[in-house]
């Protein structure tokens, strides 16, 4: 097996390694360390089942599920992944116009995900099943070197600073109707985050994204402005890596010390398939999202809920 950089900055693949079998420990260190220096890595090959895409994100720490999950409705996919694809339950696109695909366009803003829980969020590993022939790279930043790269006042501004971080804040960005969210904010209380975070090694790292809308101890605009601001040096396209999709890829990421996000692609042309594993550093499997949030359009494959008054 061998690691090879993929960008100047961070990023690598690993070729060579077998995910559709059980993980060697040999293998689990090797990704454990790349991830560690590189923090995203593409370990490129044939596409692998569901279930070893399962078993293979488990190796590396407790599930974060997908919920709320009603175990009766169908599913495209096993249950553990997120359906990251423009696909419904029979595998045809869906309508651009529609709820879904409109709260999936809120992923084309650099984040970080589950950074709106509590969870202790660790990495994403996501698989590309079907890829389109041509564009819909995902976009990646490392938050080390772009906190690295800050000006030192900036720096000491952000210090001690948190940042309270919202999925819904992140969609209304990407386009959905306020009024819309509405109605799932009462059950959806999001999270507080530091702006700055430090590391194993302790090297600090900036943590923003499209999930923060505001900042303790500001105003709502001014704390916008300071996330807005953050986040236009942290996308500088030299810092970015922009994948590009392979048939077969599992594309692993770090939460806690990089941002991605999706990019444009034919939508109604092409179809794309990805589906996503989330890992966190210690704790129980359990879904982060509360039990009572209806999101009223069908999430990770499955019908919509049913609601009984
Ligand atoms: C995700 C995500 C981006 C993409 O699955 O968490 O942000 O390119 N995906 O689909
Ligand atoms: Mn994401």
Redesign the pocket.
């Known amino acids: 097996m061998e690691v090879r950089k993929l960008h100047p900055i961070f990023a690598a693949e690993l070729i060579g390694a077998d995910i559709s079998q059980p993980p060697s420990q040999e293998l689990i260190d090797l990704v454990e360390e790349a991830m560690a220096e590189h923090l995203v890595l593409c370990i490129r090959g044939d596409v692998i089942s569901d279930e070893a895409h399962l078993r293979f994100a488990r190796a590396f720490g407790p599930l974060e599920l997908p919920g709320p999950f009603n175990p009766d409705t169908p599913r495209r996919m096993a249950y553990g992944l997120y359906d990251?694809s423009n696909l419904d339950i029979n595998g045809e696109i869906i309508e651009r116009e529609s709820l879904r695909a409109k709260f999936s366009k809120g992923?084309e803003l650099f984040h970080a995900?589950s950074s709106f829980n509590d969870m202790p969020s660790k990495w994403?590993m996501?698989r590309g099943v079907i890829v389109p022939p041509e564009r819909?790279d995902?976009q990646f930043v490392d938050l080390r070197h772009v906190y690295d790269e800050l000006p030192p006042e900036t720096k000491d501004r952000i210090e001690s600073l948190v940042a309270e971080h919202s999925f819904l804040a992140s969609r209304i960005k990407g386009g959905v109707d306020p009024e819309e969210v509405e109605r799932l904010k009462a059950s959806w209380p999001g999270a507080k985050q530091p702006m700055v975070r430090v590391g194993p090694t302790g090297r600090k790292s900036l943590f923003v994204g499209s999930h923060a809308y505001r900042v303790e101890g500001m105003d709502d605009k001014e704390g916008q402005a300071l996330i807005d601001e953050l986040l236009a040096f942290a996308s500088q396209d030299k810092f970015v890596y922009a994948h590009k999709w392979r048939q077969g890829d599992m594309l692993i990421w770090d939460n806690r010390y990089a941002l991605?996000?999706?990019t444009e692609f034919d939508y109604e042309r092409y179809k794309r398939d990805?589906r996503?594993a989330n890992v966190n550093e210690y704790g129980e499997e359990r879904s982060a999202v509360p039990e009572d949030v209806e999101f009223g359009y069908p999430m990770d494959g499955k019908a919509p809920p049913v609601t009984v008054d």
């Open positions: 990251a992923n995900d994403s996501l819909g995902t991605h996000r999706g990805l996503r």
